[in-house]
């Protein structure tokens, strides 16, 4: 019961994670692997906020979003968009995607650690227990865990119901018919990917809260962001939020009873497994 | 043979053998750049091997590096250390079988994502076996010098060069060419491109194994974090596409003077190699997308281009 609270606490925030690097990949259709290092810079100004001038992390979230949401639309418009306009297959695109975010991973790495050292960051913000049905919990986890609810819920809407939501969507499923129906392709692209690395920093925010991160961290991150997101099928909310929080138990699981150290191997079994039996993810269908 | 191919077996022969002399120069520091090179080269080259043709860009260097390294920590107590070579291999192959079983025949996207953290999970798992059996680390005692290792590295170069030509030549290299060129082409050919992929990726497998298992005596003290060193991985995609993956010699042309860069940029700002490996990705991307070789390729075809209309 215990481990089953706290992995769904965990794969709540990982869910946001993962919708940020979702709406990259599944509907901008760029591999973004400097995901993570968003999230650490998003961690790394809620400490600083809340070190230097004892700004909730919370607080921190509105001045981190927009920062991360510009800082990613100058790089889809300035390195990715050269690469969509040149590439002749979409194969092409792909590994020049993988390599340039992970030139840019490693560069901000490189000025992470230039500019702020190498050491691991931590801050002790409401770190009180709560208990629930007879088990305690870290305060800070809860409140991480219902502001991703939230900022996950906002969005669910948000792709549902407004048109660029919806169009979006469509940019997902078709991005040539889109096109065809009048839906600005390369415009809503670079919006998708901007939100995507504003919701990954505001995950950042928050699971700095009760993870410590530090410079190199980053790319853990975008790997289990990227099991996470083709567990639920590329391109797929629910999915999406259904693998973090499977993510999320089993993880916790793995902790408790075998090894806090091998909590990589356990999502790296699940992608095992995912990768040999449903290749299209939980909820996708197969493709024709 | 043909005339340009005897002429190119002779050159390869020749530099091998200049190679070869490296140790009789004198200087230690010379030789040690020396092992580094030969074994970038090697691992460079064979990396291409597989990912030259096919466009999988695989970040499991380091995972067979640590694995060859490993085969040698463990089994030097109870093996001859010749034996441990080809143990090496087969373990670094079955390795590769089981990831490209997994994942080869799903899209390049998949294998990028599960080698990136290949390296980093049995480095997990290594270490908890180890805290499980309270062991911490392994000493590799030979009496194996580094004039040793690099003729040892120089040797498994000359095999990956001679096994490159032949699979190029084969026609499981003219498949693999098919398969890069277009994919959906090749399946309708009739060529099992899975089962072509997997073999490829056995072989640079197998050589990174070797490689890791030749270079531990190097280390003397082995550790999880040692051996599977993820910056290895980049470092050797880097230097292959830098210098080019089209030619079985590209790999070869990044990796030196990609070795002379990081040797001083480590030696002057260490906190900076990580953003040297960043820039350097980004200048292959735009700048060199086919590397040295490419742009060599270009520069003759305009000389030859100006001769024409002369």
């Not at chain 1, 790394?44 to 990613?72: I, K, Q, Y």
């Not at chain 1, 770190?127 to 991480?144: C, D, K, M, S």
């Not at chain 2, 190119?8 to 090179?37: D, H, Q, R």
């Amino acid at each position: 019961m215990d481990i089953l609270f706290t992995g769904l606490l965990l794969g709540g925030t990982y869910a946001l994670i993962a919708m940020g690097l979702n709406l990259q990949y599944g509907m901008a259709r760029i591999m973004n692997l400097a995901n993570g290092e968003f999230l650490v810079a998003g961690g790394f100004a809620a400490f600083w906020f809340f070190t230097a001038a004892g700004v909730s992390p919370l607080l921190t979230v509105f001045v981190v979003a927009p920062l991360a949401f510009a800082a990613n639309w100058l790089i889809y418009v300035v390195f990715l968009r050269p690469l969509v306009r040149r590439a002749k297959s979409h194969g092409q695109l792909e590994v020049d995607a993988i390599l340039t975010t992970f030139g840019l991973a490693f560069v901000l790495v490189g000025l992470k650690l230039a500019f702020f050292g190498g050491d691991y960051f931590s801050y002790s913000y409401l770190a009180r227990p709560v208990t629930f049905i007879g088990e305690t919990y870290a305060l800070n986890r809860v409140v991480a865990f219902v502001a991703a609810v939230i900022i996950c819920g906002g969005l669910w809407l948000w792709l549902n119901t407004t048109r660029a939501g919806i169009s979006i969507r469509a940019i997902a499923v078709a991005p040539d018919s889109a096109r065809l129906v009048g839906i600005n392709v390369t415009r809503l692209s670079a919006l998708a990917f901007a939100l995507g690395g504003a919701v990954t920093a505001v995950g950042g925010a928050l699971v700095s809260t009760f993870l410590t991160l530090d410079a190199s961290t980053g790319v853990l991150f975008t790997l289990k962001a990227l099991i996470i997101v083709i567990m639920g099928g590329v391109g797929d909310v629910r999915g999406t939020i259904v693998a973090a929080l499977m993510l999320g138990i089993l993880e916790t699981f793995v902790a408790t009873v075998f090894d806090p150290g091998l909590t990589l191997a356990a999502a790296y079994l699940l992608f095992v497994l995912i990768l040999l039996f449903r290749p299209q993810g939980l909820f996708g269908r197969r493709q024709a | 043979m043909t005339g340009t191919e005897t002429r190119n077996l002779a050159l390869a022969v020749a530099l091998f053998v200049a190679a070869a002399w490296l140790p009789f120069l004198g200087g230690a520091y010379l030789l040690t750049l020396g092992v580094t090179i030969a074994m970038y080269t090697v691992l460079a080259t064979s990396w291409a091997l597989f990912s030259g043709p096919t466009h999988y860009i695989s970040l499991a260097t380091a995972a067979f590096f640590g694995l060859g390294t490993y085969t040698t920590g463990l089994g030097i107590e109870h093996l001859d250390y010749w034996l441990l070579l080809p143990i090496a291999a087969i373990l670094g192959a079955v390795l590769a079988a089981l990831v490209g079983l997994a994942t080869l025949r799903l899209s390049g996207v998949y294998f990028v994502i599960f080698t990136l953290g290949l390296a980093e999970l049995i480095r997990q798992l290594v270490t908890w076996s180890q805290n499980v059996s309270g062991q911490k680390g392994l000493y590799v005692l030979t009496d194996l010098t580094e004039v040793h290792i690099y003729w040892q590295l120089l040797g498994l170069a000359a095999i990956v060069y001679l096994g490159g030509w032949l699979i190029g030549r084969s026609r499981l290299g003219f498949a693999l060419r098919i398969i890069g060129d277009d994919e959906e082409v090749a399946r309708h050919s009739g060529i099992n491109t899975a089962r072509a992929k997997i073999l490829l990726f056995m072989v640079s497998g197998a050589a990174a194994s070797v490689t890791g298992a030749i270079l531990a005596p190097r280390y003397i003290y082995i550790e999880p974090a040692l051996a599977f060193t993820p910056m290895l991985s980049f470092q050797v995609v880097i230097m292959a596409l830098l210098g080019g993956t089209g030619r079985l010699w590209g790999p070869v042309v990044g990796v030196i003077p990609f070795t002379f860069l990081w040797e001083a940029i480590s030696a002057s700002f260490p906190n900076q190699t990580t953003l040297l490996l960043g820039v350097s990705f980004l200048v292959i991307v735009y700048l060199l997308p086919k590397g040295f070789v490419g742009l060599l390729v270009a520069i003759r075809q305009r000389l030859d281009a100006r001769e024409g209309f002369a």
